[in-house]
Each structure stands twice: as C-alpha cells, then as structure tokens.
C-alpha cells in the first residue's frame, strides 16, 4: 500500500500526458488575463513570479491575490514527475507534486520579502508532509525560486523564522526551497475557488509566530 507521506520514485510515477489543463482566460478576482502571448502565465514588463506550496492551495492562493501589488495568482502543481497532472493523480500520492500557488507581483509595489512573511505566518512549516489535518506529499511546504537571488532571500528567510519558531518551542523547518521546477496549471475549477465558493473549504492555519523584521 502506497505511503502517501513518503515521496514516490520518478521511476514508479504515474507517466502523465502530453495535453495542459485548460485555463480561463481572466482571473476571476481581478480580471487580468491569465495567459502572455506565448501561452505561459502573463507577466507584464517589470513584473516577477514566485511560487510556494503551503498546505490546500485553496486557501493558500487567497493569501496572495488579496495582497496589493500582486497582479495575478493561479494554483497548479509543481515539485513532481508527473507531466500536466489531474488533480486525483496528484491526490493519489503517485506524481510526486506538491499543491503549489503562482503569484505575478510588481516588486516595486510589494517585494519578495514581503510575499515570504505571509508564506511563513501562513502555515506551519514543520509538519512535514502535511499541513493540519491534510496530509500527503501534496501538502509540504516549499518555496521555489526564480534565480540565485530569490533563492538567497528565501533561505534567509527561512533562517529568521527558524529561530522565531525554536523560541516558540516548535519543531525545526521541513521547508524545501529549491530552483523553481515545471509549473502545471490545475484544473479551472480549483481557480480562485474561495472567491468562487466563499464557504469552502480552508485547511490553512499558521502557527501565530511572526517573522523577525530584520
């Protein structure tokens, strides 16, 4: 029987496909278009992306597209094997990924720092493969970066909030942060899903420890 907290082989993964989910054209929040021209997520001119996985990637996308400055946010699945995934599949434990949001924001209204202090007081990042009561590979804490500086940032970060949380009496880190992976778009329903379904389901919660400002 598969242990669904325990990361599968790339070997053993579940193949995928060759076809990319569907994704609607305007983010259903603010209405920007969600594809450039080249059929990837839309950054304009001067504009950055970040990707982080923090537990259900519902509540978690409703972190950031509330935050100004962010331009666009999408949910999808990154980190794993498997090409352009389902949602049952990543479920299943069998692809490797991990529940991830996409964020476009203009650095010159919000910066990286500031979306890393509402990824850390989020979640909880020492819970592993899980995030309360969700477990499985899906819901481990990660930041994947965009460049050597990003990745800098993070792991600064992550140091900061490490001893904020050890002084609290919590465990250590399990966060990864690594170079940022293949992003893969989940299925249109999981867009926006608290703004599309206001009573729906949240899993998210953080531990009340606020990251040091430096």
């Given at each position: 029987?598969?242990?669904?907290?325990?990361?599968?082989?790339?070997?053993?993964?579940?193949?995928?496909?060759?076809?990319?989910?569907?994704?609607?054209?305007?983010?259903?929040?603010?209405?920007?278009?969600?594809?450039?021209?080249?059929?990837?997520?839309?950054?304009?001119?001067?504009?950055?992306?970040?990707?982080?996985?923090?537990?259900?990637?519902?509540?978690?996308?409703?972190?950031?597209?509330?935050?100004?400055?962010?331009?666009?946010?999408?949910?999808?699945?990154?980190?794993?094997?498997?090409?352009?995934?389902?949602?049952?599949?990543?479920?299943?434990g069998r692809t490797g990924h991990n529940e991830v949001v996409m964020v476009v924001f203009?650095?010159?209204?919000?910066?990286?720092?500031?979306?890393?202090?509402?990824?850390?007081?989020?979640?909880?990042?020492?819970?592993?493969?899980?995030?309360?009561?969700?477990?499985?590979?899906?819901?481990?804490?990660?930041?994947?970066?965009?460049?050597?500086?990003?990745?800098?940032?993070?792991?600064?970060?992550?140091?900061?909030?490490?001893?904020?949380?050890?002084?609290?009496?919590?465990?250590?880190?399990?966060?990864?942060?690594?170079?940022?992976?293949?992003?893969?778009?989940?299925?249109?329903?999981?867009?926006?899903?608290?703004?599309?379904?206001?009573?729906?389901?949240?899993?998210?919660?953080?531990?009340?420890?606020?990251?040091?400002?430096?």
């Amino acid at each position: 029987m598969l242990d669904k907290k325990s990361m599968i082989s790339a070997e053993a993964a579940l193949p995928g496909r060759t076809q990319s989910m569907p994704v609607p054209a305007h983010h259903f929040v603010n209405a920007n278009p969600m594809l450039g021209s080249n059929g990837e997520i839309a950054i304009p001119d001067g504009f950055q992306q970040a990707l982080f996985g923090l537990g259900c990637f519902w509540g978690a996308e409703r972190k950031f597209w509330q935050l100004p400055g962010v331009y666009l946010s999408a949910v999808g699945y990154a980190a794993g094997y498997t090409a352009n995934p389902s949602y049952e599949e990543v479920c299943s434990g069998r692809t490797g990924h991990n529940e991830v949001v996409m964020v476009v924001f203009d650095p010159s209204v919000i910066s990286y720092k500031d979306l890393l202090k509402v990824f850390w007081e989020s979640h909880n990042p020492t819970q592993g493969m899980q995030q309360g009561n969700d477990t499985g590979t899906q819901y481990r804490s990660g930041v994947y970066c965009y460049g050597v500086e990003q990745q800098q940032t993070a792991q600064a970060s992550l140091d900061q909030f490490r001893t904020a949380l050890s002084d609290k009496g919590f465990n250590d880190i399990t966060t990864e942060i690594i170079a940022a992976p293949s992003f893969y778009f989940a299925e249109e329903y999981h867009q926006q899903y608290l703004a599309k379904n206001p009573g729906g389901y949240c899993g998210l919660g953080g531990t009340g420890v606020c990251l040091p400002e430096e």
